[in-house]
């Protein structure tokens, strides 16, 4: 079965300045890997996935993460943050089939100071 | 637009009562999932449902239950069974099920004991 942790509780940067949120997985054969964003009292929504092809993809509010097999992590990374970026931040991995689950990371909470 | 709806966003149970939280949806997806959300545990999954009139137990499903009678309706219902039942629940679906798809999420329902 498939596993995922965030090294990073909690995360404080200065606005403007860059990011990179850390995960790590465990899994046999090519993961799906997403990243999704929590703000405060309100759902999740999907950042970005990768399922194979490219290493690096880019996803919505200007984020983007590097797959890197060797070190079975897939980190998130924004050049300059905005403090509107303040929120919790998931990665997840699921496997193959349909009868997999997507098994969620515990989060890191990310602070923007202005 | 399309998406999720829960409700309430916030709902309070009394000792020895059962509550049930609605999740409805309108993208047309197969699956449907609830989690269950605590600080610092990240999701994990109560139950799921793969199609319509079928649903499986997730990590976590002693003291709940559910049904699936139309595919865009997958209610929780939190029993008196459930000792520890405060907590941030949310309802997600996918076109299909399995590890491999993304999922959308509706905003949540906070549950509190009174």
């Known amino acids: 079965a498939q596993s995922v942790t965030q090294p990073d509780i909690h995360i404080t940067v200065s606005e403007g300045a860059s990011l990179e949120l850390r995960c790590n997985y465990s899994?046999?054969?090519?993961?799906?890997l997403f990243w999704y964003v929590q703000s405060p009292g309100q759902g999740l929504q999907l950042l970005l996935k990768?399922?194979?092809?490219?290493?690096l993809v880019q996803g919505i509010k200007g984020f983007e993460a590097e797959f890197k097999r060797s070190q079975s992590s897939f980190n998130l990374r924004k050049p300059s943050v905005h403090w509107s970026d303040a929120a919790e931040y998931f990665c997840a991995v699921g496997a193959q089939t349909s009868y997999d689950k997507v098994i969620f990371g515990p989060g890191t909470s990310l602070s923007v100071i202005p | 637009d399309g998406g999720i709806t829960q409700s309430p966003k916030y709902l309070f149970r009394k000792e020895g009562q059962n509550v049930t939280l609605s999740c409805e949806q309108n993208l047309n997806h197969d699956a449907m999932y609830w989690y269950r959300q605590d600080p610092g545990q990240g999701l994990r999954l109560i139950y799921y449902?793969?199609?319509?009139?079928?649903?499986q137990k997730g990590d976590i499903a002693e003291g709940y239950s559910v049904s699936r009678e139309k595919k865009e309706s997958f209610p929780l219902t939190v029993t008196s069974a459930q000792k520890n039942p405060t907590a941030f629940y949310l309802c997600?679906?996918?076109?299909?099920?399995?590890?491999?798809?993304?999922?959308?999420f509706g905003d949540g329902t906070r549950l509190s004991i009174l």
């Open positions: 449902s793969q199609i319509v009139n079928d649903f």
């Open positions: 990768y399922f194979s092809g490219d290493t």
């Open positions: 997600a679906s996918s076109i299909l099920s399995g590890g491999n798809q993304p999922q959308h």
């Open positions: 899994y046999g054969a090519t993961p799906y």
